[in-house]
């Protein structure tokens, strides 16, 4: 007979390990979530500068006014400036160093602000009902960025 007594087995023991997530985050899951989000678009925002202000990186800093630019340009010659910047690249390339993953994520990447609270708090999954599952159910979800979904879904 199954123990009906004391020592009954748990839940566990019937069956193999027993998951217990939720299907949907509490507030403070999520708003530590949209922190965490907008902690991640400052980094990338704040290397982004950093590599403008050091002629590395192409950006949006860069074309602000028209007098920067032109104070720019009485400063050094063009011709000097672009090779410096070949330079610059050019020995950040020697290093193993780039600038391609930080543009790539500012052209691909949808900052927190401009996501749906649909992106943000589930992803697409094809073998789920509805192609929606809980970011919570993904591995690592606190560490691994899930901002780009099918379009559609």
Known sequence: MLGLGAFRPTAPLFGGLLWKIPW????????????????VDTVVA?????????GLAKGEAESTTAA??????????????KKGKKEAE?????????????ERWKTEMPSEAEMVPKDKYTIFDRKVRGYRKTIRK????TR??????????
Do not use: D, Y
């Not at 949907?24 to 902690?39: A, C, D, G, I, N």
């Not at 704040?46 to 050091?54: D, F, P």
């Not at 050019?90 to 930080?102: E, M």
């Not at 901002?147 to 879904?153: A, E, K, M, Q, S």
């Open 68 to 81: 920067a630019a032109a104070a720019n340009a009485n400063a050094k010659p063009k011709g000097a400036a």
């Open 24 to 39: 949907r985050l509490s507030r403070p899951q999520k708003l530590r979530h949209r922190r965490r989000l907008r902690r």
């Open 138 to 141: 993904l591995p690592k979800w």
């Open 46 to 54: 704040t290397l982004e500068r950093a590599l403008v202000r050091n």
């Open 90 to 102: 050019l020995s950040l390339v020697r290093k193993g160093l780039s600038t391609h993953a930080i």
């Open 144 to 153: 691994v960025s899930q901002r780009i979904n099918p379009p559609g879904f």
